[in-house]
């Protein structure tokens, strides 16, 4: 138990070795956190639990810390697996304990343990008095899931946040002062690329929802990673920022190739992009990490997209890269296709369909090379980054 703020205690439990999440599809070199707490007051509340793999760790202290039959309720504020894992078994042992959520969330909670437990549904703007300290509830659909809400710890002050504002970051620090500014925003942004983009417009709707209830805000606690404690309010800002179609002044080349065919033109492609002064990136996709590319398409103006055509398709590293793209929903991005072919060269139709359904806009039908580029074919490929360039200026 480490206190964050008055009445206000983490809980939680520090994940060192987790390497990936969400199944493998965001990969977590960092580790993580699952941040519960407990606000202890005239009524004692918990917040949150933990995954299941560490839920006999996170009772066996909350019995140890304060006594599972001296918590009064329960809240839940997201009820996907890494924050509810240990529910079940706390319920276990307190069969009466009431259940804070929003009617999703109840749902939710059903549709994973199909327990119907003693709910207790809430709405914005209802709250709980736990003596000196009144908790007040915000939902927050789509933050990432439809019953997300936040929890306000009017009195001390906190906005318990669950997965909004959070990171995949385990630190032996709590606090955002107290750890590497660079990295504490690099992981900030790339949870926010890879979680939260397909719903930057609820993002932008709840933050102006949340300053229209004009709360005392001292410390923000997500449910993962480092807690904001100085000037929280920045973090909030950077959401705003990133939910606004967020974009750098450079591009990303996502290339898989079979025989170096496709490698050497978007090597020539990024020569050209370089030549009109352009940032970019030249990532190899079966060999870099996804969530990783996630986070610079994400602060890209534009994406070039090139696959060797295979069986009259793309490789399997740009197919699943694309289906990615397609699920996060960026908007107002630039792209074009590219790839080389021995005989039937479909590749380049293939991904600049896919850009289009995924509401990139297509600057060009693409560039395709047959077999080993020549000095000629690198030299349009230049050109083509170039011209690629310029339609981003």
């Known amino acids: 138990m480490f206190q964050i703020k008055d009445q206000v205690y983490w809980v939680g439990v520090k994940d060192w070795e987790l390497q990936s999440f969400h199944g493998e599809e965001y990969t977590t070199n960092k580790g993580s956190s699952y941040n519960a707490y407990l606000i202890k007051d005239e009524k004692i509340a918990l917040i949150d639990t933990v995954w299941h793999p560490f839920k006999k760790e996170f009772l066996d202290n909350l019995e140890k810390e304060i006594g599972l039959e001296n918590i009064d309720l329960i809240v839940v504020n997201h009820a996907e697996p890494d924050h509810s894992g240990a529910l079940a078994d706390l319920i276990s042992a307190r069969p009466d304990l009431p259940i804070y959520c929003t009617a999703k969330g109840r749902d939710t909670i059903l549709g994973h343990y199909h ?11 209802d709250s709980l008095s736990l003596g000196k300290n009144e908790l007040v509830f915000v939902e927050a659909p789509m933050l990432h899931w439809p ?27 709590f606090f955002n002062d107290q750890v590497n500014q660079c990295e504490l925003f690099l992981e900030a942004m790339k949870y926010y690329a890879n979680i939260l983009t397909p719903f930057s417009l609820q993002v932008t709707r709840k933050i102006e929802q949340l300053i229209g209830l004009n709360l005392a805000i001292d410390v923000i606690a997500p449910s993962h ?8 309010l ?12 967020y974009q750098e002044n450079r591009v990303v080349v996502l290339y898989d190739t079979m025989w170096e065919g496709t ?13 009109e002064g352009l940032a970019y990136s030249l990532l190899h996709t079966a060999k870099n990490d996804n969530t990783q590319i996630m986070l610079e398409i994400f602060k890209a103006k534009g994406i070039l997209v090139g696959s060797s055509t295979i069986n009259n398709g793309i490789l399997t590293s740009i197919a699943a890269i694309l289906e990615e793209i397609k699920g996060l929903k960026f908007k107002n991005k630039k792209a074009a296709a590219f790839g080389s072919y021995g005989w039937s060269g479909e590749s380049v139709k293939i991904i600049s369909n896919i850009l289009a ?3 990139f806009e297509i600057v060009n039908e693409g560039i395709r090379v047959k077999y080993t580029p020549t000095e000629e074919d690198l030299k349009m490929c230049e050109e083509f980054g170039n011209n690629f360039a310029k339609a981003l200026k």
């Open 147 to 173: 019953d997300s809400m936040f929890t306000y710890v009017q009195g001390s002050n906190v906005l318990l946040s669950n997965d909004a504002f959070g990171q995949h970051y385990a630190s032996s620090e």
């Open 115 to 125: 327990q119907d437990w003693n709910f207790q549904t809430v709405k914005t703007g």
């Open 263 to 275: 490698k050497k033109m978007a090597e020539a492609i990024g020569r050209g992009l370089g030549q």
């Open 357 to 359: 359904e995924a509401k």
């Open 225 to 232: 990673g480092i807690i904001w404690r100085d000037n929280p």
């Open 234 to 245: 920045q973090i909030i800002e950077k959401y705003k920022e990133w939910a606004n179609n």
